[in-house]
């Protein structure tokens, strides 16, 4: 059997139940079998699930604060997604699980994956930035 293409568009979305179809959003990935016109719904959450484990883990930029007696992280692409730790080690453990589980909340709601955007970067100041 010749192997065919799929390219990712919104129309896929309502099927990536647990699968970032953001990520996969106007992808095309080749297909190999029989092509079908009329994808069962189980046969296309199967060829977006085998997309996205090729394309690899999302990264997300985390924001690290040391307070006083704690540590306390957030994620700017994904609002409310905050952590607490006693160290700096701890608190980046704790925002991974709490990024898994927003995320998978998400595509068990049926919302969008949002597609990780901002960034981090340092600027110095003062008279040696110069």
């Given at each position: 059997?010749?192997?065919?293409?799929i390219?990712?568009?919104?129309?896929?979305?309502?099927?990536?139940?647990?699968?970032?179809?953001?990520?996969?959003?106007?992808?095309?990935?080749?297909?190999?079998?029989?092509?079908?016109?009329d994808?069962?719904?189980?046969?296309?959450?199967?060829?977006?699930?085998?997309?996205?484990?090729?394309?690899?883990?999302?990264?997300?930029?985390?924001?690290?604060?040391?307070?006083?007696?704690?540590?306390?992280?957030?994620?700017?692409?994904?609002?409310?997604?905050?952590?607490?730790?006693?160290?700096?080690?701890?608190?980046?453990?704790?925002?991974?699980?709490?990024?898994?589980?927003?995320?998978?909340?998400?595509?068990?709601?049926?919302?969008?994956?949002?597609?990780?955007?901002?960034?981090?970067?340092?600027?110095?100041?003062?008279?040696?930035?110069?």
């Amino acid at each position: 059997m010749d192997p065919w293409a799929i390219t990712v568009t919104r129309a896929c979305f309502p099927f990536c139940a647990t699968v970032d179809c953001e990520a996969l959003a106007e992808r095309s990935f080749t297909v190999h079998g029989k092509f079908s016109a009329d994808l069962q719904p189980a046969t296309l959450k199967s060829i977006l699930r085998q997309a996205a484990s090729r394309i690899g883990p999302m990264r997300y930029a985390v924001v690290i604060e040391k307070g006083e007696r704690n540590c306390s992280a957030y994620v700017p692409d994904l609002p409310g997604c905050v952590s607490v730790g006693d160290t700096p080690d701890e608190v980046k453990a704790e925002i991974r699980e709490a990024i898994q589980y927003q995320l998978e909340g998400m595509r068990e709601d049926g919302f969008p994956i949002p597609t990780p955007s901002s960034r981090a970067e340092y600027v110095e100041v003062g008279e040696q930035a110069a």
